[in-house]
């Protein structure tokens, strides 16, 4: 064989490789072996270690637990309009452990953002003997995500956030007299934030674990999470608009006649519900702070006074349905009337008339009131207002609401019969008059006023509240010729013609109390209370309104005070809900005989 044959036949042998079933078991005692070594600290933490990271734990910071701020229910108005809503917002502290080197830089790129004191920033980020260090509350997510961009951006650690629900109030003081405020702590102190706190609050949830004392979480400790549930809002039957022009309606009539305060209730007669609640003076409910504690509640549910001669409606329409006297009856009505030492007079001077008692009605005589207040008996008299819902509550659902003041009869002297009947001698808040009026234009029957529609759940359902509760006070005939004899009033020779609207037919009163003196000393220098009730149209009710100013500065009477401001409310709400004219004719009711 030559050299060339052998050289061929080795480059043609095969190389011998391992066995497959070598390689196999290698890998997989590989494998075993790194599980074992995971296997093996696992073991260590869960079972020997336990113990060391437990004590670990309670050597530094034991168990934190952080609460998860429940969603707190919106307030809004009988069309979703939003009244009071929670928007996002951010919570800034500090670690002053980790910012105290650095505080006025810090404090610097802060202040510079929100407003709060350089000087107090400083402070806080130099805390000693803490880690944790309040900044500022409810900072918009914008001016927090541009804080702590800037911050991470100059290196500067130490500050971080958290959530930090902000409560506002988009109409500002459009229905805050109802709506209320939160405090700092985010729970209700006035109005409906107040009176529906359980409700809008929610529940608030919490997450439990444990951190070393660097704020590092121990890893398997021990932690919980309870998720928090948010409230329920609130839907009112007030209406955003009928309430922003009443409320400017009602200013501009305080400040006419000089008055020290005003209230105005618009109400749906066949519901009772309350479309409109104005306040004045007022106040923006997101800064409660900056208004006068008597301005930041509702006076329309809070004050009482004594309602003057809107109270001769009810006091006729009792007379007509006990039988003692019908809108024709004949009255005579002297110059002056005497009760023992006391003298009753009328607001205009004249010697004896003859008048009818829708005569009474239209020229709002004291006189002719108590003269045919004779015939029903005093227990009777208050059986009926208390039917009406003088003297008691009417559960609207806000805080501090008044009952008022009925005397019972067995405390009546012997001129009270006369001066309750035209309105002296008792006191009302102006929704309680507002319900008693109402019940007149819905047939004699009272409905409980109401202020909310229903409650809206997280998901925007709506679940409506109960139909409130009714009760009938007079016969449909008495309160029918009631309010013909106060369409009487809203005439050409009644004591409200600038509360007449041009197409409508519009029953009305006017009223005008004498004031108590609240520094003691009966009425002298207490002034007036002027007021006019009354609703349209009067032969289909669709809307009662009510009108009081208190102390006003000029001679005015509660036609000329409160007839324009009934007129231009009113009409905005005829036309807002579109309710047409009857085109019926009012009736001609003879005035004297």
Do not use: C
């Amino acid at each position: 064989m030559t050299h060339r044959s052998r050289n061929r036949s080795r480059s043609r042998r095969r190389v011998r490789m391992g066995r497959p079933t070598f390689r196999l078991r290698a890998g997989l005692l590989l494998m075993v072996f790194v599980f074992s070594l995971f296997a093996g600290r696992l073991v260590q933490i869960q079972g020997i270690d336990a113990h060391a990271y437990s004590e670990l734990s309670d050597k530094y910071e034991g168990a934190t637990e952080v609460t998860l701020t429940a969603s707190r229910g919106a307030v809004v108005d009988r069309d979703g309009a939003p009244l009071a809503q929670t928007v996002d917002a951010e919570l800034l502290f500090a670690d002053p452990t980790r910012t105290s080197a650095k505080a006025p830089q810090i404090a610097k790129i802060i202040a510079d953002r929100i407003d709060v004191s350089y000087l107090t920033l400083v402070k806080a980020l130099r805390k000693p003997g803490t880690q944790y260090s309040y900044l500022a509350r409810r900072v918009m997510p914008k001016d927090a995500d541009a804080i702590m961009a800037e911050l991470e951006a100059k290196d500067l650690a130490g500050v971080y956030t958290e959530r930090d629900p902000l409560r506002t109030y988009p109409a500002g003081d459009i229905a805050s007299n109802l709506v209320g405020f939160v405090g700092s702590d985010g729970h209700g102190l006035a109005g409906i934030e107040l009176a529906m706190e359980q409700m809008l609050k929610g529940k608030d949830g919490h997450a439990t674990y444990v951190t070393d004392a660097q704020g590092t979480r121990i890893p398997l400790a021990d932690s919980s999470v309870v998720e928090p549930k948010p409230g329920k809002g609130v839907a009112l039957t007030i209406d955003e608009d009928l309430q922003f022009y009443a409320q400017r309606r009602l200013r501009q009539a305080v400040d006419d006649t000089g008055s020290i305060s005003g209230a105005v209730v618009v109400m749906d007669p066949r519901t009772s519900q309350v479309l409109a609640l104005a306040d004045y003076p007022s106040f923006d409910a997101n800064k409660p702070g900056k208004a006068p504690k008597a301005d930041r509640g509702s006076r329309a549910v809070q004050d009482v006074y004594e309602p003057g001669s809107v109270q001769k409606v009810l006091t006729t329409a009792a007379l007509i349905d006990a039988g003692k006297v019908t809108s024709r009856t004949k009255v005579s009505v002297p110059g002056l009337l005497r009760r023992g030492p006391d003298t009753i007079k009328d607001w205009w001077p004249h010697e004896t008339l003859h008048m009818t008692l829708a005569g009474v009605i239209a020229r709002s005589s004291n006189i002719g009131t108590a003269v045919a207040a004779e015939q029903i008996e005093p227990e009777d008299l208050y059986d009926y207002l208390r039917a009406f819902g003088l003297g008691q509550r009417t559960d609207l659902g806000l805080a501090g609401e008044t009952k008022g003041l009925l005397p019972p009869p067995e405390s009546w002297q012997p001129i009270s019969r006369d001066t309750i009947a035209f309105g002296q001698g008792l006191s009302v808040n102006a929704v309680q008059m507002t319900a008693a009026v109402s019940a007149i234009a819905n047939g004699g029957e009272y409905v409980r006023p109401s202020l909310v529609k229903g409650y809206v759940g997280a998901g925007g359902e709506v679940e409506p509240a109960g139909p409130a509760k009714s009760r009938r006070v007079v016969s449909k005939n008495a309160a029918d010729q009631v309010t013909e004899m106060m369409e009487m009033v809203t005439a050409d020779n009644g004591t409200a013609p600038s509360a007449a609207i041009d197409g409508y037919r519009v029953a009305g009163k006017t009223g005008t109390a004498q004031r108590v003196n609240p520094d003691g000393g009966g009425y002298e220098g207490g002034g007036y209370t002027l007021s006019f009730a009354g609703f349209a149209p009067a032969d289909d009710p669709r809307v009662v309104t009510y009108i009081v100013l208190q102390k006003p500065s000029t001679s005015d009477g509660g036609g000329t005070a409160g007839g324009p401001v009934f007129h231009d409310i009113t009409s905005y709400a005829l036309q807002k809900y579109g309710v047409p004219p009857t085109g019926s004719r009012s009736p001609e009711l003879p005035l004297g005989y």
